[in-house]
T-cell receptor, first 113, second 114 residues
Framework: DQQVKQNSPSLSVQEGRISILNCDYT??????FLWYKKYPAEGPTFLIS?????DKNEDGRFTVFLNKSAKHLSLHIVPSQPGDSAVYFC????????????FGTGTRLTVIP | DAGITQSPRHKVTETGTPVTLRCHQT?????MYWYRQDPGHGLRLIHY???????DKGEVSDGYSVSRSKTEDFLLTLESATSSQTSVYFC?????????????FGPGTRLTVL
């Protein structure tokens, strides 16, 4: 059963506007969350993370919000740029043992110039 | 750049043949991981290693074995490849001293089993 879910397989946004990517999880033991970006024929690239002790983390144009009561996190990209077009994966870890990550199925973001 | 290379980058093989994929890192990271990526599943952990000769199973380990005889190399072996193992395989490392750290990924190996 998928413990991390990304229910929107794709999203299209105009350049300059905000992109919001969503992620839900079911395991209450998860305490560390990450977003990765992936271009075709490349490995996932780490984007931003958040610990469960926080509800927001910001890095330049990227902000991740965590709502623990709803078991929901979101990634905001403002302003969106054409180079942001990629597949975005949400991942979660319970930080036990070797920090195994559980990934969502990904959302393909297309930023339209 | 986490200094990870994977080889081969592409491989086509036939059902029943053994296949070994290699992950090589140059920065002495302790933790290394093998994932597979499939449509509709995201990335799923196959096996991981927390040191030389120390390995453990992940979520989808059936049909796979691993070995780590030196820090820099983590090998993934399909003893007898099946069509269900057609996938893109990614190696990852953590840069921290423990497993509780951000994972960084290699470029991937696309494996096709005919």
């Amino acid at each position: 059963d998928q413990q991390v879910k990304q229910n929107s397989p794709s999203l299209s946004v105009q350049e300059g506007r905000i992109s919001i990517l969503n992620c839900d999880y079911t395991n209450s033991m998860f305490d560390y969350f990450l977003w990765y970006k992936k271009y075709p024929a490349e490995g996932p690239t780490f984007l931003i993370s958040i610990s469960s002790i926080k509800d927001k983390n910001e890095d330049g144009r990227f902000t991740v919000f965590l709502n623990k009561s709803a078991k929901h996190l979101s990634l905001h990209i403002v302003p969106s740029q054409p180079g942001d077009s990629a597949v975005y994966f949400c991942a979660a870890s319970d930080k036990t043992g070797a920090n195994n990550l559980f990934f969502g199925t990904g959302t393909r973001l297309t930023v339209i110039p | 750049d986490a200094g990870i290379t994977q080889s081969p980058r592409h491989k086509v093989t036939e059902t029943g043949t053994p296949v070994t994929l290699r992950c090589h890192q140059t920065e002495n990271h302790r933790y290394m991981y093998w994932y597979r990526q499939d449509p509709g599943h995201g990335l799923r952990l196959i096996h991981y290693s927390y040191g030389v000769k120390d390995t453990d199973k992940g979520e989808v380990s059936d049909g796979y074995s691993v070995s780590r005889s030196k820090t820099e190399d983590f090998l993934l072996t399909l003893e007898s490849a099946t069509s269900s193992q057609t996938s893109v395989y990614f190696c990852a490392i953590t840069q921290g001293a423990s497993g509780a750290d951000t994972q960084y990924f290699g470029p991937g190996t696309r494996l096709t089993v005919l």
